[in-house]
């Protein structure tokens, strides 16, 4: 897939484990929003959905940003909103945050 009609997503913990690879590339052109493409990314990976608050949680058009996942673009996370920009090209990070002791 050219790079540049896609962005790639690298996988970490039980996101990893869910998709059952460390990168994914999804088909992107131009700008859109980061909400349009977690609801892309759950729907093409149902496992993955599941952590990131089901398939519920991604079905309508006024989802909210998931609790408890971090994405980094570049070495600096992105704002936590539905809104924020991103762009074919683009290589993110989904980091679930994991709490316990």
Not at 43 to 72: F, K, M, N, Q, S
């Amino acid at each position: 897939m050219n790079a540049n009609a896609s962005i790639i997503l690298e996988l970490t913990g039980p996101l990893e484990r869910a998709v059952g690879q460390d990168e994914v590339a999804i088909a992107w052109s131009g700008e859109g929003r980061l909400g349009d493409l977690l609801r892309q990314f759950c729907r093409a990976y149902p496992t993955a959905a599941e952590l990131l608050g089901g398939d519920a949680h991604w079905a309508g058009v006024d989802a909210e940003y998931p609790a408890g996942i971090l994405v980094i673009r570049d070495s600096a996370a992105l704002a936590p909103k539905m809104e924020t920009a991103i762009a074919a090209g683009d290589r993110l990070t989904l980091m679930p945050l994991i709490s316990g002791g």
